[in-house]
RNA sequence: GCCCCCAUCGUCUAGGGGACCAGGACGUGGGCCUUUCAAGCCCAAGACCGGAGUUCGAAUCUCCGUGGGGGCACCA
């Protein structure tokens, strides 16, 4: 089962953030790198001038490091096959080209922009005009400086073959192939050239990129076999589909999930938003691949030795965030104390409250387990830190009571606790639960209003716990405040 | 329009000719616990896209439909 090592790579085009779809592609390469104890490269592809933008790929790179998603060799941490950065290969690029041209393989073009999108609106591809041009006559007019590109001579009959790992063989009519262009007219690569050239010169053995792709594999491996290079394997990765499971996730889906969900695609918006990585990555991993039928819970070192190509999946997963938040809730529950509360203390910042280290420390118990992401806290346990909370008066009507009872009840808990010896949480709990019984109150019944008086809201944390932390001064503070709006309701 | 890929519960999936009246997980419904809400535990409902064929036997192999997805640039 183990391979040789592998070398693979991420080539991500600086365009933007990472979403899920490339995390999970980059996960996945890193994963086999590790796996057979070999090399991820990270490659950035930035062939396409007009797109570029400076700041993504710094993005792109924090979003991975964040994530755990370590590269042997990039941009960044250099490596024997510089340089990582593909704009800056284009001198290479530009001799693969040549050297084709001089095999005959691949011939220079001089059709403009015009002619190009006519054809394309007659539905039809590019008609192959400049194919046959003498060499020499060709040669003169980009002398001479005329606009050009160069096409790759495609084969126009038989068929190409290529086998992919997940689906088998693949196999297209040549007839099919278009002569697509390897340079631009800018003197730039086309990705098609690009990725071929610097995926051999890297020494790259397993190209495992998105289904997207798959299209355009016949042409890759032509171009591989032009040059008579070795082809990697190639593995291509399903799509991801949007929640529901109708569609690929577009640039509004994405919007829409961001805004209304509270989730995101962005790995750096999961980030923001309080997801632990460890989460973000189990999630990931099973989207497209999985172990067995009994095992989901994995950490990134696990995956290194459970993952294999060999079990991934050839059709469409659709993202489903409540899966995400279900292995969230359970790493966060595994976290220790003091992880939680430094997890939280920046959301806390964030609303304006100024959280103590000691009591967010007493907190984090009372709201391990109630927390989905480290978002959530200040919406369980803000009110400790608010000088004074303002409860809406209907909720302090307890079940089956009214205003009067409740009124009344409120005010034998605060009477209650004005005498009591210590502020505990034990002989707070044994006070109350008396008074219950002398009161004939359920439980529930009692604290419904003190709850709500104290935190103001009508879920919260453990009571007795909660008026502890919270202290007798303030407790009592806002019961008395509770009381008021209580009698005028 | 043309080309390519995919097809098991709502979703992620296990399964690869007999071990499957199809297993797990998320979600959903119900119950227990209980001071609200969670967490935890228990139970339940829930799927092999359709049709032919191969075979003693098909979720599993083949073909044809259908459905879904991806791609058809001097973008990656």
New binding site residues.
Partial sequence: MSSDPARVRF???P?GHLHLGGARTALYNFLYARQTGGKLLLRI???????YRAAAAEGLMDSLRWLGIAWDEGPDVGGAFAPYI?SERAARHREHAQQLLNAGKAYH?????NR??EL?RG?Q??DRLCRELAPTAARQRVQSGQ???IRFRSPKEGSTTVR?L????????NA?L?D??L????G?????L??MADDHAMGITHVIR????????PKHALIMRAFGWPEPTWC?L??L?K????????KRDARQLDKAEGHSIFIHKLHERGYLPEAVVNWMA???????????DFTLAELQCAFGLE??????????F??L???Q??RV?QLSATDVAAGIKPYFLREGLKPDEATLLKIVP?IQ????TFEDAPQ?AGFFFQPHVSPEPAHLVAKKLTPAESLAALQQARQTLVTLPTFE?DPV?KAL?ALADELGL???QL??PV?VAV?G??????????LEILGRESALQRMENATKLLKDL
């Fill in positions: 080539a991500p085009s365009t592809e930035d062939t396409d001038r007009k797109r593909q073009c001089f059709c403009d922009r190009l999108q394309r539905r591809s590019y606009a050009h590109v992919d997940l689906r088998g063989e693949i196999t297209v009519r099919q278009d697509f262009v340079l631009k007219s800018d730039f690569p086309v990705y098609h690009a990725a998105g289904e997207e792709w798959l299209p355009s594999l291509h399903s799509v589909k929640p529901g499971g109708k569609g690929k996730m577009s099973l989207m497209g691949w999985s172990l067995d039928d009994r095992r989901e079990q991934l999946n050839a059709s469409p997963a659709a993202v489903d409540s899966k938040d279900h292995f809730g359970k529950r009372l387990e109630r927390i989905v369980w949480r709990e639960r359920k439980l529930g604290l419904t709850r935190s809201q009508r879920v919260s944390p453990p009571l007795f716990e909660t």
